[in-house]
């Protein structure tokens, strides 16, 4: 069925080093697509969105482009911060609710 | 200031004792959702409510009731809880206005059954 895939976890980097969490999803049409972060000990909160295909969503450095040839928004920072850390959760809009992937999380050492 | 707040946000509880868990959102959103999260698995849907008087089950929601009598407020309760029930549980909100999707969540309730 229609879903949510992301690469698996955990991701550790260094400070300063480039980051992509990969996500690709399978849907009909194009659906608006999302990046949740999950700092630890909260809830999830919006990083960024793209609600049409070649949009760019773009927070606090993150980016992740709408690739509607290759159904895929992967997440990209040029360099990661300790602060970074956390679990990002790639997710597809249907209808009203929200399809997610499984979560990434991220490690970031000094 | 906007938000979602959910009570409580740890418990350690027993099998088979009666529990609920609240969720209160003042953004009038229409919109509301349980979730609950565990490690390897991600977010999955329990239960989730279109307004007022409307739940329908999510992808699990074998266990749990729901209940939406006001709109800001929509209760999770475990009538007999159990240990596989032990997670970590969010509460979401979202307006239906515009198609917006956008979910905001609550800070999570940590649930554990012995």
């Known amino acids: 069925g229609d879903s949510v895939t992301q690469m698996e976890g955990p991701v550790t980097l260094s400070e300063e080093a480039f980051l992509t969490i990969n996500c690709t999803y399978t849907?009909?049409?194009?659906?608006?697509l999302f990046w949740y972060v999950q700092y630890p000990g909260e809830g999830l909160q919006l990083l960024l969105k793209a609600t049409k295909a070649d949009d760019k969503g773009s927070n606090k450095g993150f980016e992740a482009t709408y690739r509607k040839e290759t159904t895929s928004f992967h997440l990209e920072k040029g360099s990661v911060q300790v602060s970074d850390s956390a679990v990002y959760f790639c997710a597809r809009a249907e209808e009203y609710q929200l399809i997610w992937g499984a979560g990434t999380k991220l490690i970031i050492k000094p | 200031e906007a938000q979602v707040t959910q009570n409580p946000r740890y418990l350690i509880t027993v099998t088979g004792k009666k529990l609920t868990v609240t969720c209160s959102q003042n953004m009038n959103h229409e919109y509301m959702s349980w979730y609950r999260q565990d490690p390897g698995l991600g977010l999955r849907q329990i239960y989730y409510s279109m307004n007022v008087e409307v739940t329908d089950k999510g992808d699990v929601p074998e266990g749990y009731k729901v209940s939406r009598k006001e709109k800001r407020n929509f209760p999770l309760i475990l009538e007999s809880p159990s240990p596989n029930q032990t997670s970590l549980y969010f509460c979401?909100?979202?307006?239906?206005?515009?198609?917006?999707?956008?979910?905001?969540f609550g800070p999570g309730t940590r649930l554990t059954v012995l």
């Open positions: 979401a909100s979202q307006s239906l206005a515009g198609g917006n999707n956008e979910q905001f």
């Open positions: 849907a009909t049409g194009y659906p608006s």
